[in-house]
């Protein structure tokens, strides 16, 4: 597979995670932990039919435990704060919340061996996050009873979906079979979660039963694998860069399908985030075609 070849099937990840605040808004009543076993057993599925077609089911006894624990500690743990996340908040805010993951991406890259932050990387942190103070700012008497917790769990998941991308680079012999793996326990610990902590509640109509599917197959199934393929195979920086577009991309999804209203609030928040990620990519990339560390 070519470079190009692996950074396009990456980029339909993200086309595919923009569909993911919508799906899940039309889930509802359907409670998070119960919500995520069903996703993640039908993303399972679709993994081991693709392992089962590339005869791939022998290479998941090279993958070391680490990466296991890691990988599944990182779906479990971003999903339920999402879907938690939408619950408990207005979803175009808490959705722009959450997908601060690519700035977060940027900044923790740069803690790694041999790079360091530069003054566009603090620039862009710091738009980015007056977007989410644009988004709260004005409305902190309304939402500090109900809304703010949300705000919080979206600002949660945003950074472990950061951590599990960044640390995935360090598991880059794995191969992309484990992702089933990462899958099948993630639906088993949200299924016993479920029946320890909540009452069932199963999707209501053809509606919430194909937006369930939906999430399955698609941003809680495919993208996973594609993902990890781009990542791993791809030109990382572009797809890096790419995803920056999620938030916004979400953001319109849930106008266009009128769950949310457009807002000036709303599109210069998504503006400010977006930038301000955009920003800190194009001060890593001018440093990798200098070939030297951003800074």
Known sequence: MTTRSATIIGFTAILLWASLAV???L???????ELTAI????????GLVWMLARGGLGRLRTVPPAAYAFGIAGLFGY???YFTALRMAPPAEAGLIAYLWPLFI???SGLLPGERLSPAHILGALAALAGVALLVGGNVTRVSGEALPGFGVAFLCALIWSAYSVGSRRFGAVPTEAVTVFCIATALLSALAHLALEQTVWPRGAAGWLATIGLGIGPLGIAFFTWDIGMKKGDIQLLGVASYAAPLLSTLAL????ITPASPKILSAAVLIVGGAALAARA????????????
């Not at 106008?255 to 009128?258: D, E, F, L, Q």
């Not at 890593?284 to 800074?295: F, H, L």
């Open 23 to 25: 799906l899940t808004v």
């Open 27 to 33: 889930t509802a009543p359907v409670p998070p932990f």
């Open 39 to 46: 996703c993640f057993a039908i993303g399972a599925g679709v």
């Open 79 to 81: 999903h339920f704060c």
């Open 106 to 108: 940027v900044l923790l």
């Open 255 to 258: 106008i266009a399908a009128g």
């Open 284 to 295: 890593s990339a001018k440093a990798r075609r200098a070939g030297v560390s951003p800074g």
